[in-house]
């Protein structure tokens, strides 16, 4: 695709199943715009809502930006299950009209690699509310090994750990398992009495999967308070991560550099930390977020270079006076 003269903007989304975070920057990777909206996981909410959330936040960042649509060289969608067929079929039917040739859709796990390798090959473990290990291959093949979901998989990832963590409690509760400081913890968290109440606080949710994920916070809690049973729930989630990485790299055939990627890796947590031990391989912990990645991805599309000073200028845009506009409201 040519630029023209008045296109010089790019818009970036990095959808997950939980949120989904748009920005806006220059070709010289200055971040400009900025805004935050719900999950746009085709596959875990309706398309008609996923829809509407993506139209929204292109909106905000254009209008933040003092940007026209017009004026917008690429817009680069990473967007959980988007390389599905059917998926992308949604995506195109709805956005396509409007943006035509300056769409590009992608993984989101695509776009979390680029934050850390800039649009070279490498591997790309994500461990969020989901996980998966993803493989973009020197020959440009792609490897993915998990990422089938909540109720099909997710080892290793947040609503897992979560799950785990809940599960635990109500066996000690029962009788059945050992007692654990994350049944105190976790009756604080969500403000109940005793276990017994987790049943109509989960079961009449209207997103169970996100308030599970969240209780893996306080599996790290307890395991950092050295309560053994939280230990071996962080140890089995690293093991999980780590066959996810072991089985893509063994897929990709090469020798690839591991971007950590995700809520659970992006911080520097004990999951974090026995992966990194138990590793054999060159890891790469990303200067910027997913969203800064779909920006690269928008770029290298039109054949703009990424180099040192973009680089610098994507990663640093929480620190260049952005302000987030999260006006989850409009979104609903």
């Avoid at 959330?53 to 917008?72: I, K, W």
């Avoid at 989630?237 to 950590?260: I, Y």
Wanted: net charge negative; aromatic share 6%; proline share 5%.
């Amino acid at each position: 695709m040519q630029l023209n003269k008045k296109q010089s903007w790019f818009i970036g989304l990095d959808g997950g199943g939980t949120k989904t975070k748009a920005a806006l920057c220059d070709s010289a990777g200055r971040i400009v715009g900025l805004a935050e909206g719900e999950g746009s996981n085709p596959l875990s909410r309706p398309w008609e809502q996923v829809r509407e959330t993506l139209q929204v936040l292109m909106e905000q960042v254009c209008r933040r930006a003092g940007v026209g649509a017009d004026e917008v060289a690429g817009v680069f969608l990473g967007l959980a299950g988007a390389d599905r067929p059917q998926v992308k079929a949604w995506i195109e039917d709805a956005f396509l009209p409007v943006w035509g040739e300056r769409l590009h859709i992608d993984n989101d796990a695509v776009a979390a690699l680029y934050s850390g390798t800039w649009g070279s090959p490498g591997i790309v473990l994500i461990a969020g509310t989901g996980s998966i290990a993803y493989a973009v291959a020197k020959d440009g093949r792609r490897h993915r090994v998990g990422g089938w979901g909540y109720l099909l998989g997710d080892e290793g990832s947040g609503y897992d750990l979560g799950r785990q963590t809940v599960v635990a409690v109500l066996r000690a509760w029962d009788g059945r398992g050992e007692q654990t400081l994350l049944s105190e913890l976790l009756l604080r968290h969500y403000g109940i009495e005793q276990p017994d109440q987790f049943i109509a606080r989960f079961y009449s949710s209207p997103n169970p999967r996100k308030e599970l994920a969240e209780a893996s916070v306080l599996a790290e809690q307890a395991a950092a308070s050295g309560d053994p049973l939280a230990i071996r729930l962080i140890q089995q989630a690293a093991d999980s991560l780590g066959e996810l990485v072991e089985t893509c790299r063994t897929r990709a055939g090469q020798d690839l550099p591991v971007v950590l990627a995700g809520g659970l890796l992006a911080a520097d947590t004990l999951l974090r930390r026995q992966l990194l031990r138990s590793s054999r391989y060159p890891v790469v912990i990303p200067e910027a977020p997913p969203v800064a990645g779909c920006l690269a991805a928008a770029l290298l599309r039109v054949n703009l270079p990424v180099d040192k000073q973009v680089k610098a200028r994507l990663a640093a845009w929480e620190t260049d006076g952005v302000e987030e506009d999260t006006h989850d409201g409009e979104l609903a």
